[in-house]
């Protein structure tokens, strides 16, 4: 099998794309990384220094003076703070709550995206995100656009939250999904959508292990 470079993979929260992407990565002996996780991390860092997340010109002084690094392998990304590794802390559903509304900020999204390119440049990577073979790396070896239905990516993201008493309800997850939808389809910079020349999937009712060997179809065409 011919393996690409880079691999870029898209759609919304909760359709596979972690999932998929770090399996991904381990089958072809790559790196992996969640871009999402780095916008979380810029999230966090609002939520512990009590920065408003709809304050703009305070988020992009935060993501300015702020130590973020993405450490990627091929078992997953860790992603650091200061030197702190934040990682666990960054599905927390404060941050779930925020992360849309952060990840809109222009200055925030050129700031990630300079970091995403340059540890594709370095090495061979699977990356996942909203806007990776549209942006990030319109020029990527493969593209893939992972798609879910509303309810079926509800369930997903519920069963990954850990008990906790002030967990969120499914319904709660639910009308949550449809906003960031709404959110990240919508904002003037680096909308969510399909590239033109990406292979679209519809993971409903698939397993990790399905959409990965699919991927791996197309690599081999």
Excluded: W
Excluded at 101 to 123: D, F, L, N, P, T
Aim: glycine share 6%; with cysteine.
């Amino acid at each position: 099998m011919r393996r690409p470079r880079t691999i870029a993979i898209d759609g919304p929260v909760a359709s596979g794309k972690s999932a998929v992407g770090r399996k991904l990565a381990e089958r072809l002996g790559c790196a992996f990384l969640d871009t999402g996780l780095m916008y979380r991390a810029v999230t966090l860092a609002a939520v512990r220094g009590e920065v408003a997340v709809l304050d703009s010109a305070a988020l992009e002084s935060l993501v300015d003076a702020l130590q973020l690094d993405a450490v990627v392998s091929e078992r997953g990304t860790r992603i650091l703070l200061d030197g702190e590794d934040v990682t666990e802390e960054l599905r927390l559903p404060v941050v779930e709550q925020a992360v849309s509304y952060v990840s809109q900020v222009g200055h925030v999204r050129e700031r990630m995206v300079e970091q995403q390119r340059a540890i594709a440049a370095k090495q061979p990577v699977v990356m996942v995100g909203r806007d990776i073979g549209t942006v990030v790396l319109p020029a990527a070896d493969l593209k893939v656009y992972l798609d879910a239905g509303v309810e079926e990516r509800a369930r997903r993201r519920y069963a990954e939250i850990p008990e906790k008493e002030d967990a969120l309800t499914l319904e709660q997850i639910e009308a949550g999904l449809r906003e960031r939808d709404r959110i990240d389809s919508g904002r003037a910079i680096s909308p969510l959508h399909p590239a033109e020349d990406a292979h679209i999937i519809n993971t409903d009712g698939m397993t990790v292990d399905e959409v990965v060997s699919e991927i791996e179809r197309l690599i081999e065409r």
